[in-house]
Nanobody, 122 residues
Framework: QVQLVESGGGLVQAGGSLRLSCAAS????????MGWFRQAPGKEREFVAS????????NYADSVKGRFTISRGNAKNTVYLQMNSLKPEDSAVYSC???????????????WGQGTQVTVSS
């Protein structure tokens, strides 16, 4: 079992940066691929980024490529999402997820956090 808790969300102006963290409990964290998803009001949940168990492979949605960076620190049981050059359209609830495979499909992930709100003002 893995429990996930996100932090680091908040209000930021367009062009600014935020760093989200996802702290995992459980000794098996390093075995799991991790992903970040987001959901804005009235919209479907959207894939943002994913990372494999070792951190050697990452994948990003086209909408965030070049602006966001996913990383993980297995010694700290934490996965991060560094978000730069934020845009108002990045506003959403961001959730981290853990699963067996590196994938962009939310249905493939087993464990989910509660989410953290990111609001980007114009």
């Amino acid at each position: 079992q893995v429990q996930l808790v996100e932090s680091g969300g908040g209000l930021v102006q367009a062009g600014g940066s935020l760093r989200l963290s996802c702290a995992a409990s459980g000794r098996t964290f390093s075995r799991y691929a991790m992903g970040w998803f987001r959901q804005a009001p009235g919209k479907e949940r959207e894939f943002v980024a994913s990372i494999n168990w070792s951190g050697s492979s990452t994948n990003y949605a086209d909408s965030v490529k070049g602006r966001f960076t996913i990383s993980r620190g297995n010694a700290k049981n934490t996965v991060y999402l560094q978000m730069n050059s934020l845009k108002p359209e990045d506003s959403a609830v961001y959730s981290c997820a853990g699963g067996t495979y590196v994938t962009s499909r939310y249905s493939d992930y087993t464990y989910w956090g509660q989410g953290t709100q990111v609001t980007v003002s114009s």
